[in-house]
């Protein structure tokens, strides 16, 4: 019979590493700025060197590094997603900031739009939608119809 340390009978298995502070924990690592300036020296035509300010992307924040800054996987981070309502919403806030990262990156043009756009289908609710008409069963009969009239 599992027990445990105050003795009564747990469900079996190993205990959660959940916190509560992890809800805000989540939102504090997904709220990252964008970009952060810093300074790039450069040596002019005529030998002065300047220093100039220069705008770089942060790094984006994901699932798998904030994982490991508790030192669990990403699985028992979803996990906690099904077992802790709470969480849940910070998760689903996280993933919300993620997205905005991601799509102002690609607006100011910082990041690659190929890589942009890839990230964007993969790590988001985002996808790429064609249209595509479909004429339907009347139309095709029509076509049909108008062919054998015309004795083709």
């Known amino acids: 019979m599992n027990k445990s340390e105050n003795g009564k009978k747990h469900a079996g298995g190993r205990p959660t590493s959940y ?18 300036e ?23 924040p994901t699932l798998e590094r904030f994982a490991a800054t508790l030192g669990v ?14 969480f849940n919403e910070a998760f689903t ?12 990156a690609g607006f100011s043009g910082m990041a690659n739009p190929v890589f942009a756009k890839f990230t964007a289908i993969n790590m988001t609710d985002m996808r790429d939608k064609t ?7 009347e ?12 004795g083709n």
């Open 93 to 104: 806030r996280a993933k919300e900031l993620q997205k905005d990262f991601i799509v102002q």
């Open 73 to 86: 996987s990403t699985e028992t981070v979803k996990n906690w997603t099904r077992h802790f309502p709470a």
């Open 139 to 150: 139309d095709t009969l029509a076509a049909i119809r108008a062919k054998k009239k015309g």
């Open 131 to 137: 249209e595509v008409e479909h004429s339907g069963l």
């Open 38 to 60: 810093t300074k790039e020296t450069v040596t002019t035509a005529k030998g002065t060197v300047i220093e100039k300010p220069v705008r770089i992307m942060n790094e984006l």
């Open 19 to 36: 916190k509560p502070e992890y809800c805000e924990a989540i939102l504090k690592f997904f709220s990252v700025e964008r970009f952060k």
